[in-house]
């Protein structure tokens, strides 16, 4: 595969996943996670430090997010997904 045509797959496939983001839905979760992080009382370090999931990127709503994630942080911040999800109260 030549130079150009691995530049132009890369090109397609942030098209491709640029249209499955849901800026708003991102924006309401990184707000969520913002939320219950300060209700905590830790920074994003200790959140790192303890899942290994670097809550910045998501409080700044610029990656899209596994479900997986969701679930490893909701673990961490001892809710469920249900009630995360209301949390995040997307409509």
């Given amino acids: 595969m030549s130079f150009l045509q691995i530049n132009f797959s890369r ?22 996670v913002k ?3 300060e209700q905590l009382g830790v920074t994003q370090d200790d959140v790192y430090i303890a899942t290994n999931i670097h809550v910045g990127r998501i409080e700044t709503a610029k990656i899209n997010l596994k479900i997986s994630t969701i679930a490893a942080l909701c673990t961490y911040f001892k809710i469920s997904l249900v009630d995360f999800f209301k949390e995040v109260d997307y409509d």
């Avoid at 090109?11 to 499955?20: A, P, Q, T």
Wanted: no cysteine.
């Fill in 11 to 32: 090109y397609l496939h942030s098209i491709f996943m640029d249209h499955l983001r849901n800026k708003i839905l991102l924006k309401k979760i990184a707000i969520t």
């Fill in 35 to 37: 939320s219950l992080r």
